[in-house]
């Protein structure tokens, strides 16, 4: 077996950063609050970016600042000083998609690492040569190429020079995210960092002249042209993309919530870590993994380009999980209450499972006691009030309390 390659999750706010390390993430990428390309998630403010990066170092991860966003003339020394914070501050790479920033940032920042974004639509290994050539040090792949071309990419590509492809989240319609339908309809560009996500809209397709015949979207082998692609995941697949010589596996997700980031990069912590050990380990494991990633917000899986073109029909079905976050365990304490925070409404008496990095623990809860109040409660649903429970051993700090999905009311009590 190659060397493993690296876990890389999404980090969104500083939430979804700490989920990430505490389950187990090599690396995590996110952005500040300019020149990324998901403008709607939290991001990082410059003081929370310095302790971005002091929380993975201190883990022994890296942190990648995302800076994919296609710059005009205009904007550019914006983007330059962004990126001198940004170094300072001590991040391990740029994530950079535009020609022309990738250029400044290695004429006037070469001490700054480079991976060129997935945005940068790379395909073929002549651009690769051009990339390895401006100092860059990782290509993050297009969607698009399938694992036999991957393999040839990354046996022609020079030594120096990381593969990263991305190996489950939402796909964009568009060819590798370059997409203009939020422009179009909202006036808010993806490119920009504005996607209103229009392509996951519900829609019916009708011919004018035959009102109330319905038409179905499919996909052929260059791609898809409307609505929602299905979720990509590649776990099956990860003894092939290690044996290809990807360095870096991505997971999609800086809008997601930190018990999605939690509950995938557990997922994919404990695939690689059996593949580690035997292929066989992570075959035996495998069912159970898969059916670890639908207790987070999904849609329909499938494998995107990596067999070929994705299968028809190539919309999915709208979002289903199978759990759902009920709390955050903020400080554990052995033989006493443990406190947390809520997020979903649960009662005393319910079956509920603790995740944690060793593993899931089952445990029926017990009734508990609101900080705030100090009353005994055996149910409550508000978001964000702090609670004492007793826990089963072998909780930390981080750990998520999960339970069954059930009908909300309330906006606080909206599943993750």
Partial sequence: MSRLPELLAPAGNMDSLKAALHFGADAVYGAMKTYGLRAAAANFSQDELVEAVRLCHRDGARFYLTMNIFPFDDELAGFLEAARIATEAGVDAAIVSDLG??????RELPSLPVHV??????????AVMHYAEMGCQRIILARELSLERIAALCRRAPADIQIETFVHGASCMAYSGRCLLSAAMTGRSGNRGACAQSCRWQYAL???KRPGEYYPIDEDERGTYLLSARDLCLMPLLPDLTSAGVSSLKIEGRMKT???????????RKALDCLAKSEECF?????????ELRNASHRDF?????????????QANGFTQEREYVARVEEARTNDFSELVLKNRFHAGEQLELLTPKGIIPFKAPDFIRVSTGER???LGIAGEKILMKLPAGVSAGDLVRGPVRNHKTAAEKPT
């Fill in 101 to 106: 920033a990738i250029s400044l940032l290695r």
């Fill in 117 to 126: 974004s997935t945005q940068a639509n790379t395909v073929n290994s002549e």
């Fill in 206 to 208: 009708m011919e004018m």
């Fill in 258 to 268: 930190e018990y999605y980031v939690a509950t995938v990069v557990s997922a994919y």
């Fill in 283 to 291: 075959r035996e494991k495998l069912p159970e993994l898969l059916q």
């Fill in 302 to 314: 499938d494998t995107g380009f990596l067999l070929g073109a994705p299968p028809a029909p190539a």
């Fill in 377 to 379: 409660m055996d149910t």
